[in-house]
């Protein structure tokens, strides 16, 4: 497996300080099991901190620093420490701690339906209005036409899904924002099971799914 499409650094970092909410959080933590490169990110940003809080002057630290640390990040070896951490059996689906916190893998929930063969499941993080939710989409089916009044960020977690002319695939994080419209596509392999995280309802373009809206808070 290899991760073509990352959370952004600002994200990365501001996880790393704990700026994040829960809902969002997870999804970085959970993408964070899957993404070596991410890994190392984080793992600079945090020497870089603790290396700035010990030598702490008067002077501020110039934007130039940072982004030469960030610059470094491709370069440097993943901590063997790290890979063991976050090392997953194949046989789960759900990657940890998404699992842990859900008390099991994907057959074991309990879904509910959306309409057109999709399934969902909102995660209790107690973020509101941040959200988090599993998506279960059948194999080439289609998510309803939609735009952001915020953030969204998707998850892929197994199977696939084609999105503004880009395949997203376990381990991919798609980052949507007010200026996105998109319709996304499950591939046609098997199911595309996500996490989603947003901190807006989104704009639905059809009649049948914005009258849903109201029962399903999505």
């Known amino acids: 497996m290899t991760v073509k499409h990352h959370i952004g650094d600002d994200l990365i970092l501001a996880y790393g300080t704990g700026e994040t909410d829960e809902a969002t959080s997870l ?9 070596p490169i991410c890994r190392k990110v984080l793992e600079t940003a945090e020497s870089l901190g603790g290396a700035m809080l010990e030598a702490a002057t008067e002077a501020e630290v110039r934007d130039a620093d940072l982004q030469a640390v960030l610059d470094r990040v491709d370069s440097a070896p993943a901590p063997i420490e790290e890979i063991a951490q976050f090392s997953e059996t194949k046989s789960f689906v759900l990657p940890e701690p998404l699992r ?12 509910r339906r959306l309409g ?12 509101s209005p941040v959200q988090a939710r599993l998506l279960n989409v059948p194999a080439g089916a289609k998510v309803p036409d939609h735009g952001h ?48 995280v ?11 799914p914005r009258l849903a809206q109201r029962f399903i808070g999505i």
């Open 116 to 127: 057109g063969g999709v399934r969902h499941l909102l995660v209790d993080t107690g973020s």
């Open 149 to 196: 009044q915020g953030m969204e960020l998707t998850l892929v977690l197994s199977g696939s899904f084609y999105s503004r002319g880009v395949w997203f695939r376990r381990g991919d994080v798609e980052e949507a924002d007010a200026t996105i419209e998109h319709q996304p596509t499950a591939g046609p392999e098997e199911p595309c099971i996500c996490l989603a």
């Open 27 to 35: 999804l970085i933590a959970t993408h964070l099991a899957l993404c």
């Open 198 to 208: 947003t901190d807006a309802p989104l704009r639905f373009r059809s009649i049948i």
């Open 100 to 111: 842990g916190y859900l008390n099991g893998d994907v057959d074991e929930l309990r879904w």
